[in-house]
């Protein structure tokens, strides 16, 4: 199964989230308003997710800067699309070499499909004939057309609803954190975001079905998980990945940084504009039992590296761009996905 980040869609257009802060600091509604502006100055490490989640916290009296934000959000995700659009049309893309390394995931071949974080249309828009996201109508997006209210919008339904099966051919498509063409019965977006996601997505059956499909997928015998993009900031989907490792889940990473800078942010990932201090060399000098070990999920983040079967550091975006070679990563998907 694979599992997609920000980091996955910035290969095609996307943007991570210190560039969807950029666009929400320019948003009217943010840059007109003095404390919502204030705070997101004040963020730290630019994460516009954390404002939304203090917003939200402050209950009553935040209502209306909480609808504003949420707002902006969306906006900000319609302007990521026609970016998207435009990059899953260009002509040096390689549509036919995408579509093989997805088709590892399909129905047919025995694959646990594709979870996703990422509240974009990207898959959507380079194959959409075979996605399936389970539950929700499917949308004809890859048609190359901008993104449109009338054609590309899709009421959720608030009923709990078993999961439908997948028919041959078809890869399931999970998209854990909602999307932002997805709408409630009331009207607005269906998108986890800001703090206690896991409690925003209880509110949802729908999301929360898709959550413990995740959980069963990592918990299985045999398991292996591709993760392309993800900076493992999310403690439920850390949580749930920690278990299956546990378990003997089999983890690959496809990412932009080195391994060793990898290595460091994840078993010292910042927080509060600090990094904790453990490292590689002090696990192997005090040993990993010790408690002197920096931040209180070092272990499980420790047991998420032990779990790694295969690392591959070159953008995406360059492999499957004409012209240029993918090899290596077909050695790596070999490796790791066929043999594994």
């Known amino acids: 199964?694979?599992?997609?980040?920000?980091?996955?869609?910035?290969?095609?257009?996307?943007?991570?989230?210190?560039?969807?802060?950029?666009?929400l600091l320019a948003n009217s509604a943010v840059?007109?308003?003095?404390?919502?502006?204030?705070?997101?100055?004040?963020?730290?490490?630019?994460?516009?997710?954390?404002?939304?989640?203090?917003?939200?916290?402050?209950?009553?009296?935040?209502l209306d800067r909480v609808a504003?934000?949420?707002?902006?959000?969306?906006?900000?995700?319609?302007?990521?699309d026609e970016s998207q659009r435009v990059n899953a049309d260009a002509a040096n893309f390689k549509h036919q070499e995408f579509d093989e390394f997805l088709d590892v995931f399909s129905v047919d071949n025995g694959?646990?499909?594709?979870?996703?974080?990422?509240?974009?249309?990207?898959?959507?828009?380079?194959?959409?004939?075979?996605?399936?996201?389970?539950?929700?109508?499917?949308i004809a997006i890859n048609d190359g057309t901008a993104f449109d209210d009338s054609r590309h919008v899709v009421r959720v339904s608030d009923a709990a609803l078993p999961l439908a099966p997948i028919e041959s051919r078809s890869i399931r498509y999970t998209k854990l954190h909602g999307s932002f063409n997805w709408r409630t019965s009331d009207?607005?977006?269906?998108?986890?975001?800001?703090?206690?996601?896991?409690?925003q997505a209880e509110r949802f059956p729908l999301l929360k079905n898709y959550l413990n499909v995740f959980r069963q997928a990592c918990l299985a015998p045999n398991a292996f998980l591709l993760i392309v993009g993800y900076g493992f900031s999310d403690e439920h989907i850390n949580e749930t990945i920690v278990a299956?490792?546990?378990?003997?889940?089999?983890?690959?990473?496809?990412?932009?940084?080195?391994?060793?800078?990898?290595?460091?942010?994840?078993?010292?990932?910042?927080?509060?504009?600090?990094?904790?201090?453990?490292?590689?060399?002090?696990?192997?000098?005090?040993?990993?039992?010790?408690?002197?070990?920096?931040?209180?999920?070092?272990?499980?983040?420790?047991?998420?590296?032990?779990?790694?079967?295969g690392y591959f550091s070159e953008p995406l975006g360059t492999v499957f761009r004409r012209g240029v070679p993918v090899t290596l990563f077909e050695e790596f998907s070999r490796a790791c996905l066929h043999d594994g």
């Open 187 to 199: 009207g607005n977006a269906l998108m986890i975001s800001g703090t206690r996601k896991v409690e």
């Open 68 to 80: 504003a934000m949420e707002s902006a959000i969306v906006d900000v995700f319609r302007r990521q």
């Open 111 to 138: 694959g646990g499909g594709i979870f996703t974080l990422n509240q974009d249309l990207f898959l959507e828009r380079i194959s959409g004939k075979r996605l399936v996201t389970p539950d929700i109508a499917s």
């Open 244 to 309: 299956g490792a546990r378990q003997g889940l089999r983890i690959a990473v496809a990412s932009v940084m080195d391994a060793r800078t990898f290595q460091e942010d994840l078993l010292n990932p910042i927080r509060n504009g600090r990094r904790s201090y453990a490292n590689a060399s002090v696990v192997a000098r005090i040993g990993t039992d010790s408690p002197l070990l920096g931040g209180p999920d070092f272990y499980a983040r420790l047991d998420i590296w032990r779990a790694l079967v």
């Open 31 to 62: 840059r007109t308003d003095d404390r919502l502006r204030s705070q997101m100055l004040g963020a730290s490490q630019l994460n516009y997710e954390s404002i939304l989640g203090d917003l939200r916290d402050e209950g009553a009296a935040s």
């Open 1 to 23: 199964m694979l599992l997609t980040g920000a980091g996955f869609s910035k290969n095609w257009g996307g943007w991570l989230g210190s560039e969807i802060w950029e666009r």
